[in-house]
C-alpha cells in the first residue's frame, strides 16, 4: 500500500467515525427534545445553605450513569458553581441561564466513583437526583474543587422533600390494634 493510500484510509476511517459520533449525539437530541432544565432565579428571601466551585460533569438517567441526557444547558462539561440555598439548587455554568432545581423536584443525593467517561477515587463524584418530569429523574454529578463536597451534599440533604409516612395504626397499651 501506498503512503497516499494509508493517508487516504486514516481520513475516511476518521471521517466515518466523526459520522458515527454526529449521527449518535443528533439520536440523542432527538430522544430527549422534550426535556427541560428548570431556569430561573434563585427566590428572593431564600437562605444560601452551602456554595462550591468546580466542575460539572453530566447528567445521566437516574440508576443509569453511562445513559447521558442531552437536556441544555446541562449538556457537556464545564465549570459550575453549585448554590444550595433553602429554596433549592442553583447550577451557574457560565455562558449558559441559571438552572434553578427547585426542592420540591429534589429526590436523593450521594456520592459516585464513575459516571459516563469520568471516572474519579471512591466517592468523588457528588451527584444530585431530582425530576425533569412527572416521569423522568435524573443525576447530575460535579467534581467539588474548593469546598468539602460532603459541606454540599448535606445542605442538599437538609432540603430534601421529607416522604410521606402513613398514619400509624392506634395501639392499646397491650400493643393490639384496636
Not at 466523526?18 to 427541560?36: E, N
Not at 441559571?98 to 457528588?126: H, N, Q, S
Amino acid at each position: 500500500m501506498t503512503r497516499e493510500a494509508a493517508v487516504a484510509v486514516m481520513i475516511g476511517a476518521a471521517l466515518l467515525i466523526l459520522l458515527a459520533m454526529w449521527w449518535g449525539w443528533s439520536r440523542r437530541r432527538r430522544r430527549d427534545a422534550g426535556l427541560q432544565a428548570p431556569l430561573g432565579d434563585i427566590p428572593a428571601g431564600a437562605e444560601t445553605l452551602a456554595t462550591a466551585h468546580g466542575f460539572y460533569v453530566a447528567t445521566t438517567a437516574h440508576d443509569k450513569p453511562l445513559d447521558r441526557l442531552g437536556i441544555h444547558p446541562l449538556t457537556f462539561r464545564s465549570r459550575v458553581t453549585v448554590t444550595v440555598t433553602t429554596a433549592g439548587v442553583a447550577l451557574d455554568i457560565p455562558g449558559a441561564p441559571r438552572v434553578f432545581l427547585a426542592a420540591d423536584r429534589l429526590r436523593a443525593t450521594g456520592r459516585a466513583t464513575w459516571t459516563i467517561d469520568r471516572v474519579v477515587e471512591d466517592g468523588g463524584l457528588p451527584f444530585i437526583a431530582w425530576a425533569v418530569a412527572d416521569d423522568v429523574i435524573a443525576d447530575s454529578y460535579f467534581r467539588v474543587q474548593d469546598a468539602d463536597p460532603a459541606d454540599v451534599l448535606d445542605a442538599v440533604a437538609r432540603i430534601l422533600p421529607q416522604p410521606e409516612t402513613p398514619p400509624r395504626p392506634e395501639t392499646t397499651p397491650t400493643g393490639q390494634q384496636s
